[in-house]
């Protein structure tokens, strides 16, 4: 079947007899102990959720904001409040206290779905999130002037109610590597109709198949896994794995218990995983196909896992994209294409634009004229999924277009055979070189590096920043990699919880700069960021 409305989901799929089962890390952040669900189950869950949001007050049209402790029932309430008419919003809990108080003051919700955690760690910054909302909701505890679970549960919701197929569905935020997020909202039509229909076709090899054990962990707080909800369920794999947490020895007997045959999770989650791929009985021995969405993959984390496979020829497939414009580009790795004797190669190769679905050309920034092939310029793309608005910053949408292209904000390569190098994003660069290609020829030549990550200062040599498990960096080893490189300056190392990053596991790059020299001045302009 094929994703349509996403208030019914579950009841659709549940009527389809689909037999997936839903296993959890832990239990969701519900008031309720299960980690173990049937789709039938998912169904009644999601009404019961409708109707605990209409008691909050919620309704058509109304935007729901939630920002609580990463799990997947973010997308549940999503669903939910689909299904009453209402707009879901999903902040990440892990943006900085005065960064939701910008977001909630564009939103101005009707509801706040949140958590006692939340709102102390907030109140803790001087920030009180209840304020910004008509009505807050906290899934665990009562807390003076909001509502509790014992306030709404037992509400009977109103039947689902449908709407445009071009009118708000869901709001989402971009990462936020360079500053405060902006709040990108979707419709149906672009990320259910373009989007998740178009990842339900069943591909040669890639395609999901009925025995197969799918593994997410990723955050959901961000736009993927609603749309990744909608067609991993219409695909009905027998199991559905749900991982919300970054601590490999945690995960590890989930991972075990349920061996994933298909596993996506966020780039940083498969750099904190890693560690696993080298334990005897690996929980990674019979994946087939591995996917990486948000940004690209330093080769020898992919080798890792493309290692650890018992299969004869498994698979990654690497994804770039926006939350704006769902994935751009695709490609796949294997081991041979991360051999690390097939000297020069990376990851940042991101491969081909998605057939049928995107387009894209690279320009000059300044007068915005094609480049030849082979020359570095700024990266545009004309998709039907491009996102409706900025909420509360139409502007500055606008201000990202060029005729119908949009203007990614990356700089890149288009090669002969139409692939994409990314190089870096604007706000980021170095003339005359590439830091994402830097680091990827560091973690190669530094098998102690979780990361390397490479900065730019206007008046000086890049700054190699190297994360390591312990925060030390001896050296000699640092001598040995770089030797070849044109001068860097000396390295800092830190340990992976000193980077500050988004709620995706990315570097935020100027947050970094700014922490470590006191000024986030770059070589870059950021007018696309």
Known sequence: MKPDDMGVLFDEIAEHGTPTTVHLDRPLDLGDDRRKFGVADLAELVQE???????????????????????????????????????????????????????????????????????????????????????????????????????????????????????????????????TPKLVVHSRNTIIGQLARFETVRYPVIGMRGDDTLVNASAYAHGRTFCWTASAFCLAPREIVIISQQDADRVDPVLRAHPPTVMEALPATYVRFAELTERLDNPFRRTRLFVSTYDAMHPPTIRSYLTASHRKRPLWMQGWGQSETGPLTFRFHTRSSVDPKQSGRTSRNVGYAVPLKTRLRVVDPDSFEPVPRGQPGLVLTKTAARCLDYVGETDRWQAKHWGDWWITGDLGVRNRDGSVDLLDREVDMVPELSCLRVEDILEERLPQALECVVLGQPGKAPLPVVVTVDGELDKESWLRAAHDILPLQEPIALTWDQIPRTGTGKVRRLALLEQITATAETHGTGRWT
């Open 49 to 179: 959720l409708a109707g605990w949001l209409a008691a909050a007050g919620a309704g058509h049209r109304d935007r729901v904001a939630i920002v609580k402790e990463n799990h997947w029932d973010y997308d549940l309430l999503s669903c939910a409040a689909v299904r009453i008419g209402a707009v879901p919003a999903k902040l990440s809990d892990r943006l900085p206290s005065n960064t939701v108080e910008a977001l909630l003051k564009r939103l101005d919700p009707k509801v706040l779905v949140t958590t006692t955690a939340v709102l102390e760690h907030a109140r803790a910054a001087g920030v009180d999130l209840a304020s910004f909302a008509g009505t807050t909701l906290v899934l665990d505890g009562a807390v003076p002037g909001t509502l509790s679970l014992d306030d709404v549960r037992g509400h009977t919701a109103p039947g689902p109610r449908r709407r445009h197929d071009d009118e708000p569905l869901a709001v989402m935020h971009t990462s936020g590597t360079t500053g």
